[in-house]
């Protein structure tokens, strides 16, 4: 999913290869096609220009270090080996620590928000089965009331992995929520997923349903599902429910197709929220 970032990276290295010093024209052009390579994957603009101005000022500085230093003292390093390492420092900075933990110790709830279309039930099938993998009792809530064949499909998810699935028919979704949740406690299921509805778009109607739903369960996660595909608008899906709901992460899909991985660099820069999950595929086992 990331081959136009590898491949710019790769181009900046090259360009850098035959140098035996560089100057701030060779980290300009380095730098150039790096910049592409970035805007091609659908990373944001702002994050690109962010990122290149931080690799720009260490480049220089380390220019400016290794000519003031004497000559048996300079680093016998590539110029371009060296670049792609500023490179990869800022890359790691850029993503932050790895985090995937879930919040929850005794008991795990989640809470899966996002657009229609994103994946978000049968990502919530994926945790479910994850979850029960790791040995606790998962419970699935459908409280996505609005499009029919959501509650359906949870359902089969939860046949399939011998999960339980609570919905009362005719019941709001904050109902099926608060229902859901002394479910799980009656069940005894230590675990509980809120498949909550999406909108083909961000509106109000959308969010003050949520902000109900996390003002009643009280979820310890809230996992924003992004459809790797859509690209640049997974940024402004990312700030408007972080915004509203104060998002714990996010879950990545559809990264086995077309995606160029710039969605994932963006919304991690912007919301400084992690990434917990990867969707790879179709199947319950590819996440």
């Known amino acids: 999913m990331f081959d136009a970032v590898r491949q710019g990276f790769k181009n900046a290295r090259l360009s850098l290869s035959s140098k035996r010093s560089l100057t701030e024209a060779d980290i300009d052009q380095a730098i150039r096609d790096i910049r592409l390579s970035l805007l091609e994957a659908d990373v944001e603009f702002g994050v690109v220009k962010s990122f290149l101005s931080s690799v720009k000022e260490k480049a220089l500085g380390e220019i400016v270090q290794l000519e003031a230093g004497k000559p048996n003292k300079r680093k016998s390093v590539r110029p371009g080996d060296h670049f792609t390492y500023i490179c990869l420092k800022e890359l790691e900075a850029l993503m932050g620590p790895q985090d995937t933990e879930l919040a929850g110790n005794k008991s795990i709830s989640i809470m899966m928000v996002g657009l229609q279309g994103s994946g978000k039930t049968t990502t919530a099938g994926?945790?479910?089965?994850?979850?029960?993998?790791?040995?606790?009792?998962?419970?699935?809530?459908?409280?996505?009331?609005?499009?029919?064949?959501?509650?359906?499909?949870?359902?089969?998810?939860?046949?399939?992995?011998?999960?339980?699935?609570?919905?009362?028919?005719?019941?709001?979704?904050?109902?099926?929520?608060?229902?859901?949740?002394?479910?799980?406690?009656?069940?005894?299921?230590?675990?509980?997923?809120?498949?909550?509805?999406?909108?083909?778009?961000?509106?109000?109607?959308?969010?003050?349903?949520?902000?109900?739903?996390?003002?009643?369960?009280?979820?310890?996660?809230?996992?924003?599902?992004?459809?790797?595909?859509?690209?640049?608008?997974?940024?402004?899906?990312?700030?408007?429910?972080?915004?509203?709901?104060?998002?714990?992460?996010?879950?990545?899909?559809?990264?086995?197709?077309?995606?160029?991985?710039?969605?994932?660099?963006?919304?991690?820069?912007?919301?400084?929220?992690?990434?917990?999950?990867l969707g790879m595929g179709e199947g319950m086992e590819d996440i």
């Open 126 to 277: 994926k945790l479910a089965r994850k979850l029960k993998k790791e040995g606790r009792r998962p419970l699935l809530v459908a409280a996505d009331i609005y499009r029919p064949a959501a509650v359906e499909q949870l359902k089969t998810l939860g046949r399939q992995l011998g999960v339980p699935v609570f919905h009362e028919p005719g019941a709001d979704a904050v109902t099926q929520c608060v229902k859901g949740q002394k479910e799980a406690h009656k069940k005894g299921c230590n675990a509980i997923i809120y498949d909550t509805a999406g909108r083909l778009a961000i509106d109000a109607q959308l969010m003050d349903e949520l902000e109900a739903i996390k003002a009643e369960v009280d979820p310890g996660n809230i996992l924003l599902v992004v459809d790797a595909m859509i690209g640049q608008d997974a940024v402004r899906t990312a700030k408007a429910f972080d915004e509203a709901l104060g998002i714990t992460g996010f879950i990545m899909t559809k990264l086995d197709g077309d995606a160029r991985g710039g969605a994932a660099l963006s919304i991690k820069s912007i919301t400084k929220k992690p990434i917990k999950f």
